[in-house]
């Protein structure tokens, strides 16, 4: 291990957790856990001051290895229990782990609303096209036609688009990318962390013990590779033809923006509020 890697396992990683860890052999959280772990460390955070909030999935278990506050919340809601965090101290770093079941289903309204508000939040979404925890039902990310346990005939509606979702709700900052692209990876989580406002970063992520098995994919080393052909970077996708982006998407920065932060409109209100007591009172 370099002197490098050793001071980010040192510093960021809990020692009182037996690794390896409780995912699947195989599987990218591992990977995930890494890439964030690498970017709070090149970021420079005090991590005494960073807060990870976690839903109930694969993905709620990432914030058991690292050495911040964290908060193990209930499905669906790690947006709401990361906004109180937020709102009762700005001054923190707060960051949320979730699946695309956790953040999309149940958890669908609070993620439209948390980039409405654009609350100073970073929202990691891994996404493996399915509830890979509880057997492998249709999530809302599943594709059209893919096989799932709820789905054995194929899955008949269609998949949000995570990114486009957020991104129309009001996100500052929206990118994707795969646990394959590692270094795009660590890259894209470091811009999250550092903008202000509300930054959501995709994490396309295999399961091959559920969604792969039930449709087919291969091993896990085959779906890894299935990213590498089928990924495209977000500048040569623009250029591509409709006919060229089938059964592809892009990776990179989808949206990069400057908008004012709830917490920045809210102190406002208050500074007015305040104002006007003052005035009442004179």
Wanted: include cysteine; aromatic fraction near 6%; charged fraction near 20%.
């Amino acid at each position: 291990m370099s002197p490098v890697h050793r001071s980010v396992v040192y510093e960021w990683l809990r020692h009182d957790k037996k690794f390896p860890h409780v995912w699947c052999p195989g599987c990218g959280l591992g990977i995930l856990l890494g890439s964030l772990v690498r970017a709070l460390h090149l970021s420079g955070l005090d991590k005494n001051r960073v807060v990870l909030v976690s839903g109930i999935g694969c993905s709620g278990r990432l914030p058991v290895y690292v050495d911040v506050g964290s908060v193990h919340t209930t499905h669906g809601r790690a947006l709401t229990f990361a906004t109180g965090i937020k709102m009762a101290n700005p001054e923190l770093t707060v960051i949320t782990v979730m699946g695309d079941g956790d953040a999309c289903a149940i958890g669908g309204n609070h993620l439209i609303h948390a980039a409405r508000r654009n609350l100073d939040l970073t929202a990691i979404i891994v996404n493996n096209l399915t509830y890979g925890m509880t057997g492998g039902q249709c999530s809302p990310t599943t594709p059209l036609g893919a096989k799932a346990s709820t789905a054995r005939y194929g899955h008949i509606e269609p998949a949000f688009d995570i990114g486009a979702l957020t991104a129309t709700a009001g996100a500052a900052f929206v990118a994707r990318s795969t646990v394959y692209h590692v270094t795009q990876l660590d890259k894209l989580l470091g811009q999250a962390l550092d903008k202000r406002g509300f930054s959501v970063v995709e994490v396309l992520s295999p399961c091959h013990t559920n969604y792969g098995r039930q449709n087919r994919l291969g091993s896990q080393i085959e779906m890894m590779q299935g990213y590498r052909q089928d990924a495209v970077r977000v500048e040569r996708w623009e250029k591509m033809e409709a006919a060229e982006r089938e059964n592809r998407f892009p990776i990179g920065v989808l949206v990069d923006r400057d908008r004012v932060t709830f917490l920045e409109a809210y102190r406002e209100v208050c500074d007015r509020a305040s104002g006007k007591r003052m005035e009442a009172d004179s």
